[in-house]
């Protein structure tokens, strides 16, 4: 009997959807749609074994633009519909996709908790400081003097430091990077993958539309100076000192990933449709 044959290996163009980006030119969700596409084959995954699932936003367009498994949820709900699917589906490769309005917003509750449960997904945030869908509102990460038509005083607001809620609230691996640099975007994404637990990647993307003056990052962002710890108080240390163009892995904690038994459920829809029959 002759040996099945082996599958082809794949390329980032096999991940990559007939759906066209309708995302701004100049967009860094372009970077980071490409640096997804180039992760995957990387980690010799195929579509059908990955899951991407997003909210609302500009950022969360993203699974429509691959061939993997998607799912394009409400706004601030793409952490637990992954969380949820994860554990459902330890077998497949879980992905979660978002922005900073969508993330730290309306999603903030469940971005603290889903780093609290540590299940094995990875969580990629495209932070471009401001709601670039619904016309450059300020964003929780948008700067406090930043000026626009909504607040033209700026918001007086301290601004959301999500590296830092990531490591308080439990999060196992914590980077950046910038989607001026795809390739590296890319390595980072491959390493947050194959690291257990929860892993949050944020990804400085520019909003040249609304936000023309982050076209000055790609000379503000440099590798970080200090190698990854798994040191909690260290990392805290790093983060609460940063000024957010540090890039790179920042964080490698060793926390046991959530993941309960295999089996049979417990109960069945019906048993429990019996308890509130009238």
């Not at 970080?224 to 892995?249: H, I, K, Q, W, Y």
Request: proline share 9%; with cysteine; glycine share 10%.
């Amino acid at each position: 009997m002759n040996a099945p044959a082996a599958a082809a290996a794949l390329n980032a163009q096999a991940f990559k959807s007939d759906v066209k980006p309708v995302w701004c030119p100049g967009c860094g969700d372009f970077s980071v749609l490409s640096a997804i596409t180039k992760a995957l084959p990387m980690l010799e995954l195929r579509p059908e074994n990955v899951a991407i699932v997003s909210g609302i936003g500009c950022s969360s367009r993203i699974p429509a633009y691959t061939t993997c498994y998607g799912f394009h949820g409400v706004h601030g709900r793409a952490l637990p519909v992954g969380t949820g699917l994860k554990v459902a589906r330890p077998d497949l490769t879980v992905v979660v996709a978002g922005g900073d309005g969508d993330g730290y917003s309306i999603g903030g509750n469940h971005f603290m908790h889903a780093c609290r449960r540590n299940v094995d997904l990875t969580y990629i945030v495209m932070d471009n400081h401001v709601y670039g869908m619904t016309k450059g509102q300020p964003s929780p990460t948008t700067e406090p003097a930043w000026p626009s038509k909504l607040s033209p005083q700026g918001t007086g607001l301290r601004e959301f430091h999500p590296l830092v809620i990531a490591l308080a609230a439990g999060a196992n691996f914590i980077a950046r990077g910038f989607s001026g640099d795809p390739n590296g975007v890319a390595r980072l994404i491959v390493q947050a993958i194959r690291h257990p637990g929860f892993s949050f990647v944020e990804i400085l993307s520019p909003c040249v539309t609304f936000r023309p003056d982050q076209r000055s990052w790609k000379e503000s962002v440099r590798p970080a100076a200090v190698e990854a710890t798994d040191d909690p108080a260290r990392a805290a240390r790093r983060l609460m000192t940063d000024d957010g163009f540090n890039v790179g892995v920042l964080y490698t904690g060793n926390r046991t990933p959530y993941q309960p038994p295999a089996g049979r459920a417990l109960q069945r829809p019906s048993d429990l449709e019996k308890e509130f029959a009238l």
